[in-house]
């Protein structure tokens, strides 16, 4: 069981930055796929970010390729997703969320996610 905490989302303008973090509590020995995923009104649920916990690689939408960063602190059980460059399209809730993996990994399909954040929300003023 792992428990998957969000911060770090708030209010920001347009061209911005922010940072969210999702620190893990459980069984954090074990390697995961860890994920960022968002979702704004009336907009289906979309895969940004993933990253494997066992070798550190990193798998980007195309939509946020060379704008947003996800990392791991490993020391501090928590994943980060840094963005910049935010437009109003980024608004959204953004979740946090990780199944355990051996090496496969990727934000989709995000079904494969079985632990989930409760969201932190991600606001956009043009």
């Known amino acids: 069981q792992v428990e998957l905490v969000e911060s770090g989302g708030g209010s920001v303008q347009a061209g911005g930055s922010l940072t969210l973090s999702c620190a893990a509590s459980?069984?954090?020995?074990?390697?995961?796929?860890m994920g960022w995923f968002r979702q704004a009104p009336a907009k289906p649920r979309e895969g940004v970010a993933a990253l494997y916990t066992g070798r550190n690689t990193t798998y980007y939408a195309d939509s946020v390729k060379g704008r947003f960063t996800i990392s791991q602190d490993n020391a501090k059980n928590t994943l980060y997703l840094q963005m910049n460059s935010l437009t109003p399209e980024d608004a959204a809730m953004y979740y946090c969320a990780a199944f355990e993996s051996n090496g496969y990994c990727h934000f989709y399909p995000a079904i494969d996610f079985r632990y989930w954040g409760q969201g932190s929300q991600v606001t956009i003023s043009s």
């Open positions: 459980g069984n954090t020995g074990r390697t995961y796929c």
